[in-house]
């Protein structure tokens, strides 16, 4: 998170937490998932489809009603991933969507040693 000038007239938007990618969409990695979270407020969880396909995410979220309409769009190539074992959950108009690493992907330890000289 960077620092930023305090300004009384300008308020903060969600969406600006989220700027790294693509507005609305953060993507990060732990040493053991994939981490990719996105903006969709306002659209309840049966309205949102997350699709992963050959390593690219795409987060689809629409709601039309009479008196209001949201639409988001995301999409994000990822490598390393085990594909078909990700998991998808929604909290206060965020998607947060949880791929494992493959196991080659994840960080190891690799221990130097002194080479002997002859």
Known sequence: MSITRWDPFRFPSLL??????????KI??????????????GVPSDNV????????LTI??????DDRAYQYYYTAALSGGQWDRAQ??????IVTITI??????????????????K
Request: aromatic letters at 2%.
């Open 28 to 41: 990060r990695e732990t040493d053991k998932d994939i981490l990719a979270e996105a903006v969709v407020a």
């Open 49 to 56: 489809e997350v699709h992963i396909e050959d390593g690219v």
């Open 60 to 65: 689809k979220a629409e709601l039309n009603e």
């Open 100 to 117: 494992p690493k493959q196991e080659a992907a994840r960080p190891q330890k690799i221990t130097v040693k002194e080479k002997k000289s």
């Open 88 to 93: 998808a959950d929604i909290e206060n108009g």
């Open 16 to 25: 600006e937490e989220f700027e790294p990618t693509q507005r609305g969409l």
